[in-house]
T-cell receptor
Framework: SQQGEEDPQALSIQEGENATMNCSYK?????LQWYRQNSGRGLVHLIL?????REKHSGRLRVTLDTSKKSSSLLITASRAADTASYFC??????????FGKGTRLSVIA | GAGVSQSPSNKVTEKGKDVELRCDPI?????LYWYRQSLGQGLEFLIY????????KSGLPSDRFSAERTGGSVSTLTIQRTQQEDSAVYLC???????????FGPGTRLLVL
């Protein structure tokens, strides 16, 4: 069953704006990961945040995790047309495979 | 070294035929995963191998689907008597171990006519 649920399903913004995507999940986790997918092909791992971490940065990416609310957010600052892709959160329940959400389709308009 | 590779990139087959999809994981990765993704949808977990443990087959949609991993490396996903609803992109991923980041191959796009 799907654990991670991304919100919104689709997001369209202008280049230079910030994009925020949210992920909610249901059970306890070891970590939560965000992936990007271009053109329906392989996913690319972006960032992993552990359950005892609250915020993590990587370049223009900022991820937050609130385990009390069972939610995470991915912020992409100063977006570029090349950021256009689908973004998936994946939760790690521990000793079982990651559970992926259905993704957020981000369109960055130049 | 090289990333995860999959072959073929694209496969067109007729309904009722069998197909084999291949995945070469990153060397040294003990965990290997197969997913299926229909157009515009999320990832559907199919099967998972971890080291020498018995595979987790809980995601396989029917007994027409099977997978093996030889020598802890290359994996083959076999779909017997393909149906049109099997048309999708089949993605393979590997990771150092279960809880670590997964590295995906480019996928095999399967079209069943």
């Amino acid at each position: 069953s799907q654990q991670g649920e991304e919100d919104p399903q689709a997001l369209s913004i202008q280049e230079g704006e910030n994009a925020t995507m949210n992920c909610s999940y249901k059970t306890s986790i070891n970590n939560l990961q965000w992936y990007r997918q271009n053109s329906g092909r392989g996913l690319v791992h972006l960032i992993l945040i552990r359950s005892n971490e609250r915020e993590k940065h990587s370049g223009r990416l900022r991820v937050t995790l609130d385990t009390s609310k069972k939610s995470s957010s991915l912020l992409i600052t100063a977006s570029r047309a090349a950021d256009t892709a689908s973004y998936f959160c994946a939760t790690d329940p521990g000793n079982t495979p990651l559970v992926f959400g259905k993704g957020t389709r981000l369109s960055v308009i130049a | 070294g090289a990333g995860v590779s999959q072959s073929p990139s694209n496969k067109v087959t007729e309904k009722g035929k069998d197909v084999e999809l291949r995945c070469d994981p990153i060397s040294g990765h003990t965990a290997l995963y197969w997913y299926r993704q229909s157009l515009g949808q999320g990832l559907e977990f199919l099967i998972y191998f971890q080291g020498n443990s018995a595979p987790d087959k809980s995601g396989l949609p029917s007994d027409r689907f099977s997978a093996e991993r030889t020598g802890g490396s290359v994996s083959t996903l076999t779909i017997q008597r393909t149906q049109q609803e099997d048309s999708a992109v089949y993605l393979c991923a590997s990771s150092l171990r279960t809880s670590r980041a997964q590295y995906f191959g480019p996928g095999t796009r399967l079209l069943v006519l």
